[in-house]
C-alpha cells in the first residue's frame, strides 16, 4: 500500500495536478470540497470562417526572381596532392629505357676450303664435314672442274659450328658470329692470299660478307675479306637446279680474275 507523501511524489512525477480517487483509499488526505463540484458547460465556440483579406496582386506579393549565379570559389589544392604526379612524371623521364629482348644465337656450320688461289666458305647443311660420296659434296667438285680450278679441295681446319657454347654468358648473337668468322677468314689470308672468296650457301653470306641473298651471283667487295662472290648453297642448287644456270653465268665472267693468278 502507498501512503500518501508517496503517492503525490508518483502523481506529481508523472505531472497529474487533479485527480480523484474511484474508491476511498486507504490512508489517504480527505478530499477538497471544490473538486466535487459539479462542472460548468463548455462554451461554443463559433467555427464560421471570417471573410479573408483581399489578396494583393501577385505581382506585388511575389518577390522578383533573380538570376543569381553562385559565384565559384577556387579551392587551392594542397601542394601534397600535385606532388605525386610531378614524381611520377619525373621518375618517367628518369627511368632508362628498356632493355631490347635478347636475340637467339644463329645456328650454322660452315667449312673453309681452298681451291688453287681461291678460298671457298661453304655451309654443311647437315652440319657434319663433307663426305667423299656426299650428292652436296659431288656437286662442289663439278663447279670447281667447271671454273678451272683443282677438284680436290684442300679442307682448312675443323667446321665452324655456331653458336659456340651451349651454356655460358658470352655473347653469341649475330653480330658476335660475324666478328669470329670473319676474322677466322682473316687469320687464313694473311697465310695465303686469296684471288676470290667463294660465299656459298646464305650463312656464308651473312657471317662473312654481311649480304643477304638478293646478292646471289654478284661480285662483293668486303671489308678484310677483298674480292667474294656470293652463290647459292649446295643444297639449294641440287633442290633447285635452273639456279645452276645464273651460276654459270656469273662464273664466266668472273672466272679470268683466279685464272689470270695461276
Not at 500500500?1 to 490512508?27: C, D, G, I, K, N
Not at 604526379?85 to 623521364?93: I, R, Y
Not at 687464313?188 to 646471289?216: D, H, K, M, Q, T
Request: charged fraction near 25%; charge should be neutral; include cysteine.
Amino acid at each position: 500500500m502507498l501512503t500518501e507523501p508517496r503517492r503525490r511524489a508518483y502523481l506529481s512525477a508523472m505531472q497529474v495536478v487533479h485527480w480523484l480517487p474511484r474508491a476511498e483509499l486507504p490512508f489517504a488526505a480527505p478530499s477538497r470540497p471544490e473538486l466535487l463540484l459539479p462542472q460548468a458547460p463548455v462554451e461554443e465556440i463559433d467555427f464560421e470562417p471570417r471573410p479573408a483579406a483581399p489578396v494583393a496582386s501577385e505581382a506585388a506579393v511575389a518577390p522578383q526572381a533573380r538570376s543569381v549565379e553562385r559565384p565559384k570559389i577556387e579551392v587551392p589544392r594542397p601542394a601534397s596532392l600535385a606532388k605525386p604526379a610531378a614524381k611520377v612524371a619525373e621518375a618517367e623521364q628518369e627511368a632508362p629505357a628498356p632493355r631490347p629482348a635478347p636475340v637467339p644465337p644463329p645456328r650454322f656450320a660452315l667449312q673453309l676450303l681452298r681451291a688453287g688461289r681461291c678460298l671457298l666458305l661453304v655451309e654443311l647443311a647437315t652440319g657434319q664435314p663433307f663426305q667423299s660420296r656426299d650428292p652436296s659434296y659431288l656437286l662442289l667438285k663439278d663447279m670447281l672442274r667447271a671454273a678451272g680450278l683443282p677438284d680436290a679441295p684442300q679442307i682448312i681446319g675443323e667446321p665452324v659450328r655456331w653458336p659456340l657454347l651451349v651454356r655460358g654468358n658470352m655473347d653469341q648473337g649475330p653480330d658476335a658470329a660475324r666478328d669470329f668468322v670473319q676474322g677466322f677468314i682473316q687469320a687464313r689470308l694473311e697465310e695465303s692470299p686469296s684471288a676470290c672468296l667463294w660465299l656459298i650457301g646464305l650463312p656464308a653470306l651473312r657471317f662473312a660478307g654481311n649480304v643477304e641473298a638478293e646478292a646471289y651471283y654478284q661480285e662483293l667487295k668486303v671489308d678484310g675479306l677483298g674480292d667474294a662472290w656470293a652463290v647459292p648453297g649446295l643444297e639449294l642448287l641440287m633442290d633447285e637446279p635452273q639456279r645452276k644456270a645464273d651460276v654459270w653465268k656469273a662464273m664466266r665472267q668472273l672466272m679470268a680474275r683466279w685464272k689470270s693468278v695461276e
